[in-house]
C-alpha cells in the first residue's frame, strides 16, 4: 500500500495552501462578522482553476479525481470554512449533477461559466418538510405539452443567490406520491419565471456562504431542462451525494487541522505557573488526542475518495468518512476552544468561527445518525429509512 501523494498532487496541495493562507485568510473573519460572500475570492478561485476541477478539460475543466479535489476544500476549509462549502456545493452537488447526467446541450451551457469561476449553481433537494427523507419530496413538476411546470419550496439552499447564481438543479416529484422512483431532476436558470430566493438565512457558522430558501412558483421551463432520465431523480441525488459526502469530509479534515494548528501555536506561546502550557501534560494530552483524530479522520476521506477514483463501490466508506470527520471537527474546535481559554470565547479568535462553523458538518450532505445506519446497512443489517 502506498500512502504517498503524487508529486502533482504535493505541488497542487502547495498551491492552494499558499492561496489559502495569503488570499482566502486574510479576510476571513471581517466576511464572517459581516455575512458577506467572498465574490472576489471565488472570482481568484476560479483564475486558480478550482472550480473546474473534477470537470471534462472539454468543459474548462482539468479531469482531476475526488482525491485532488478533497485536497483542494481541506486547505481551504483550514483557513476558511465558508470558501470551502462554497467550492464543494458549487462543483460537487450543482455541477455534480450536470457533469454526471446532464446532456451535452446542457454541459456546454452550464459547465464552462461555472469552471472558470463566473457562474454558481444551487442543488434544491432539501425541503421545509424534510431533509434526510429525501423520497418525500413535496416540490412537484408536471407536465404541459412540452414543458414543465414546477411548485415547491426548497430549503437551507447553498449558493441560491449570490450575485452569480445562473442556475439551480431542482428535485421534483414527477409522478403521484414521488418515492424513490418518483422524482425528477431538472436545471433551471435562476432568472426564469416563478423563481424567487428569500433573503439569506441568519447562521450560526458558514456565515459568508450564501444559504436561502429557494421558492417555485408556476415556474415554466421546457423539455430541454429535464437532467437526465425522468424518475431517476433520486438514485441521481444518491450518486453525487457519495461524492459530496465525501467533499464535506474533506471540509471537516481542514477545519480540525485548523484547530490543531491554532491550539498548538497557542499552547506554546501562553505561559502560565512560570513556563508554556504545552509543557503540561493534561495540555500535550489534549493535543495528542486532537492529532490522532485528526488523522484518522484524513485517512478514512483519503481513503473514499481514492475508491471513488478508482471506480469502486464507496458508499459506505464516504459514509465512514463524513461521520468520523465531521465529529472529529466538533471535538477538536471544542478543544481547541478549551485551549485557548477566554481568549478562544471571543470572536477575534479564528477558534470561536471554526467552533461555531463546526455543528453545521455533523448535519449537512446527511446527518451523523444517517451515515450510521447507511453503515449499519452496509453491514447486513435490516434498516428501515
Same mark, same amino acid.
Given at each position: 500500500?502506498?500512502?504517498?501523494?503524487?508529486?502533482?498532487?504535493?505541488?497542487?496541495?502547495?498551491?492552494?495552501?499558499?492561496?489559502? $493562507? =495569503?488570499?482566502?485568510?486574510?479576510?476571513?473573519?471581517?466576511?464572517?462578522?459581516? =455575512?458577506?460572500?467572498?465574490?472576489?475570492?471565488?472570482?481568484?478561485?476560479?483564475?486558480?482553476?478550482?472550480?473546474?476541477?473534477?470537470?471534462?478539460?472539454?468543459?474548462?475543466?482539468?479531469?482531476?479525481?475526488?482525491?485532488? +479535489?478533497?485536497?483542494?476544500?481541506?486547505?481551504?476549509?483550514?483557513?476558511?470554512?465558508?470558501?470551502?462549502?462554497?467550492?464543494?456545493?458549487?462543483?460537487?452537488?450543482?455541477?455534480?449533477?450536470?457533469?454526471?447526467?446532464?446532456?451535452?446541450?446542457?454541459?456546454?451551457?452550464?459547465?464552462?461559466?461555472?469552471?472558470?469561476?463566473?457562474?454558481?449553481?444551487?442543488?434544491?433537494?432539501?425541503?421545509?418538510?424534510?431533509?434526510?427523507?429525501?423520497?418525500?419530496?413535496?416540490?412537484?413538476?408536471?407536465?404541459?405539452? $412540452?414543458?414543465?411546470?414546477?411548485?415547491?419550496?426548497?430549503?437551507?439552499?447553498?449558493?441560491?443567490?449570490?450575485?452569480?447564481?445562473?442556475?439551480?438543479?431542482?428535485?421534483?416529484? +414527477?409522478?403521484?406520491?414521488?418515492?424513490?422512483?418518483?422524482?425528477?431532476?431538472?436545471?433551471?436558470?435562476?432568472?426564469?419565471?416563478?423563481?424567487?430566493?428569500?433573503?439569506?438565512?441568519?447562521?450560526?457558522?458558514?456565515?459568508?456562504?450564501?444559504?436561502?430558501?429557494?421558492?417555485?412558483?408556476?415556474?415554466?421551463?421546457?423539455?430541454?431542462?429535464?437532467?437526465?432520465?425522468?424518475?431517476?431523480?433520486?438514485?441521481?441525488?444518491?450518486?453525487?451525494?457519495?461524492?459530496?459526502?465525501?467533499?464535506?469530509?474533506?471540509?471537516?479534515?481542514?477545519?480540525?487541522?485548523?484547530?490543531?494548528?491554532?491550539?498548538?501555536?497557542?499552547?506554546?506561546?501562553?505561559?502560565?505557573?512560570?513556563?508554556?502550557?504545552?509543557?503540561?501534560?493534561?495540555?500535550?494530552?489534549?493535543?495528542?488526542?486532537?492529532?490522532?483524530?485528526?488523522?484518522?479522520?484524513?485517512?478514512?476521506?483519503?481513503?473514499?475518495?481514492?475508491?471513488?477514483? =478508482?471506480?469502486?463501490?464507496?458508499?459506505?466508506?464516504?459514509?465512514?468518512?463524513?461521520?468520523?470527520?465531521?465529529?472529529?471537527?466538533?471535538?477538536?474546535?471544542?478543544?481547541?476552544?478549551?485551549?485557548?481559554?477566554?481568549?478562544?470565547?471571543?470572536?477575534?479568535?479564528?477558534?470561536?468561527?471554526?467552533?461555531?462553523?463546526?455543528?453545521?458538518?455533523?448535519?449537512?450532505?446527511?446527518?451523523?445518525?444517517?451515515?450510521?445506519?447507511?453503515?449499519?446497512?452496509?453491514?447486513?443489517?435490516?434498516? =428501515?429509512?
Amino acid at each position: 500500500m502506498n500512502f504517498d501523494l503524487t508529486d502533482e498532487q504535493e505541488q497542487f496541495r502547495a498551491v492552494v495552501r499558499e492561496f489559502a $493562507e =495569503e488570499v482566502v485568510a486574510p479576510g476571513a473573519a471581517e466576511r464572517d462578522q459581516a =455575512e458577506a460572500f467572498p465574490l472576489d475570492v471565488v472570482r481568484r478561485m476560479g483564475d486558480l482553476g478550482l472550480f473546474g476541477l473534477p470537470f471534462p478539460e472539454g468543459y474548462g475543466g482539468s479531469d482531476a479525481g475526488a482525491l485532488t +479535489t478533497c485536497l483542494a476544500i481541506e486547505e481551504l476549509g483550514r483557513v476558511d470554512q465558508s470558501v470551502g462549502i462554497t467550492l464543494s456545493a458549487a462543483i460537487g452537488l450543482a455541477g455534480g449533477m450536470i457533469d454526471r447526467f446532464g446532456s451535452a446541450e446542457q454541459k456546454d451551457r452550464w459547465l464552462p461559466p461555472l469552471a472558470r469561476g463566473e457562474a454558481l449553481g444551487s442543488f434544491c433537494l432539501t425541503e421545509p418538510g424534510g431533509g434526510s427523507d429525501a423520497a418525500s419530496t413535496q416540490t412537484r413538476a408536471r407536465r404541459d405539452g $412540452e414543458r414543465w411546470i414546477l411548485d415547491g419550496v426548497k430549503a437551507f439552499i447553498t449558493n441560491a443567490g449570490t450575485p452569480i447564481t445562473t442556475f439551480h438543479v431542482v428535485i421534483a416529484a +414527477t409522478e403521484p406520491g414521488g418515492g424513490r422512483h418518483g422524482l425528477s431532476s431538472f436545471v433551471v436558470p435562476a432568472d426564469a419565471a416563478g423563481v424567487s430566493v428569500a433573503a439569506p438565512y441568519r447562521k450560526v457558522g458558514w456565515r459568508s456562504s450564501d444559504t436561502r430558501e429557494v421558492v417555485f412558483e408556476g415556474c415554466t421551463v421546457d423539455d430541454g431542462a429535464l437532467l437526465g432520465e425522468g424518475g431517476r431523480g433520486f438514485a441521481q441525488c444518491l450518486e453525487v451525494l457519495t461524492g459530496a459526502r465525501i467533499s464535506i469530509a474533506a471540509l471537516a479534515v481542514g477545519l480540525a487541522q485548523g484547530c490543531l494548528d491554532a491550539a498548538v501555536a497557542y499552547a506554546k506561546e501562553r505561559r502560565a505557573f512560570g513556563r508554556p502550557i504545552s509543557a503540561y501534560q493534561l495540555l500535550q494530552g489534549k493535543l495528542a488526542d486532537m492529532r490522532v483524530a485528526v488523522e484518522t479522520a484524513r485517512l478514512a476521506t483519503y481513503r473514499a475518495a481514492w475508491l471513488r477514483d =478508482e471506480g469502486r463501490p464507496c458508499v459506505a466508506e464516504a459514509s465512514i468518512a463524513k461521520l468520523v470527520a465531521s465529529e472529529a471537527a466538533t471535538r477538536c474546535a471544542s478543544e481547541a476552544l478549551q485551549i485557548h481559554g477566554g481568549y478562544g470565547f471571543i470572536e477575534e479568535s479564528p477558534v470561536a468561527r471554526f467552533y461555531r462553523d463546526a455543528k453545521v458538518l455533523e448535519i449537512g450532505e446527511g446527518t451523523s445518525e444517517i451515515h450510521r445506519l447507511i453503515v449499519a446497512r452496509s453491514l447486513g443489517l435490516s434498516v =428501515e429509512f
